[in-house]
T-cell receptor, first 115, second 112 residues
Framework: KAGVTQTPRYLIKTRGQQVTLSCSPI?????VSWYQQTPGQGLQFLFE???????NKGNFPGRFSGRQFSNSRSEMNVSTLELGDSALYLC??????????????FGSGTQLSVL | DAKTTQPPSMDCAEGRAANLPCNHS???????VYWYRQIHSQGPQYIIH???NNETNEMASLIITEDRKSSTLILPHATLRDTAVYYC?????????????FGKGTLLTVNP
């Protein structure tokens, strides 16, 4: 089975631009969550989608948005980029283990640099 | 979710067992202990999880104390490729994993 695929792997943008990142989960996984990782703040939860609906949201401004398609692929969008948005953006799909536990499968991430 | 405490760094000789401790003294009865690791610039990788009993899989063993206030991840024969940041996370069962909070973890350096 193919793993979680994120594209692009690297991206360079300038302040004020917008960016769209893509994530394809493992086949059969319906939940996709997004995270931002920076050296200072660590890994922070952005939002989670399940069956095309945003089910949970972290504490990020409205410039960060996302969506999920019927094939479970997900995109996240950041508008009006700021220098502080430079980070590794990770997505993960999850597999319920039937005992209340879950396993998250992460992609390799998109490294976004805002200049 | 319960807070966890891990040493910031550890060293291990290649071929030896690496024992990574984690303190989670405020864990509640229905919270799971998960371990993930992250190799530089890659996404985190699931290693193992447990609730009350010790667990073993092809990657590692997880030892949870009887009072569940601490645990130890054991890599039985560490290799250079095991050099990574290891995260111990405690989270409620039943669909809450999306909000896993990764702290600073333990940087394990495996030396030749």
């Amino acid at each position: 089975k193919a793993g979680v695929t994120q594209t692009p792997r690297y991206l360079i943008k300038t302040r004020g631009q917008q960016v769209t990142l893509s994530c394809s989960p493992i086949s059969g996984h319906r939940s996709v969550s997004w995270y931002q990782q920076t050296p200072g703040q660590g890994l922070q939860f952005l939002f989670e989608y399940f069956s095309e609906t945003q089910r949970n949201k972290g504490n990020f401004p409205g410039r960060f948005s996302g969506r999920q398609f019927s094939n479970s692929r997900s995109e996240m969008n950041v508008s009006t980029l700021e220098l502080g948005d430079s980070a590794l953006y990770l997505c993960a799909s999850s597999l319920a283990l039937g005992t209340g536990a879950e396993k998250l499968f992460f992609g390799s991430g998109t490294q976004l640099s805002v200049l | 979710d319960a807070k966890t405490t891990q040493p910031p760094s550890m060293d291990c000789a290649e071929g030896r067992a690496a024992n990574l401790p984690c303190n989670h003294s405020t864990i509640s009865g229905n919270e799971y202990v998960y371990w993930y690791r992250q190799i530089h610039s890659q996404g985190p990788q699931y290693i193992i999880h447990g609730l009350k009993n010790n667990e073993t899989n092809e990657m590692a063993s997880l030892i949870i104390t009887e009072d569940r206030k601490s645990s130890t991840l054991i890599l039985p024969h560490a290799t250079l490729r095991d050099t990574a940041v290891y995260y111990c996370i405690v989270v409620l069962g039943g669909g809450s994993n999306y909000k896993l909070t990764f702290g600073k973890g333990t940087l394990l350096t495996v030396n030749p």
